[in-house]
């Protein structure tokens, strides 16, 4: 029983140093190639920026907005305002203007340009 749990010890020991080995490797790594993240590091700005960050107000159809409560401390009501809009009577209204808006939106914003 003990000469089990002695291996388990040194393969969980072997394991930390593995793990520590490749994380300096890591660093090395980068250290080595700083220049080439530096290059990244706008990217990735932009990428955050403009299209992680919008998704942040997508909550908003998630909660009963109020301008007061902002968008953390407003009500989380969850799927209300999506079961409000399938089970409204004008569904079909909206939804087809909805669509020949758009469907004249690509016809003149596509083909005269």
Known sequence: ???????????????????KKRASAAWRSIKKNWLLYVFLLPSLVYVILFCYWPMYGV?????????????????????KWFRTFFESPRIVPILKNTLVLSLYGMISGFPLP
């Open 59 to 79: 909550q908003i159809a998630f909660r009963d907005f109020t301008f007061t409560g902002g968008f953390t401390g407003s009500e989380w009501v969850g799927l």
């Open 1 to 19: 029983m003990d000469t089990k749990v002695d291996a388990g010890r040194k393969r969980s020991v072997s394991r930390q140093a593995y793990r």
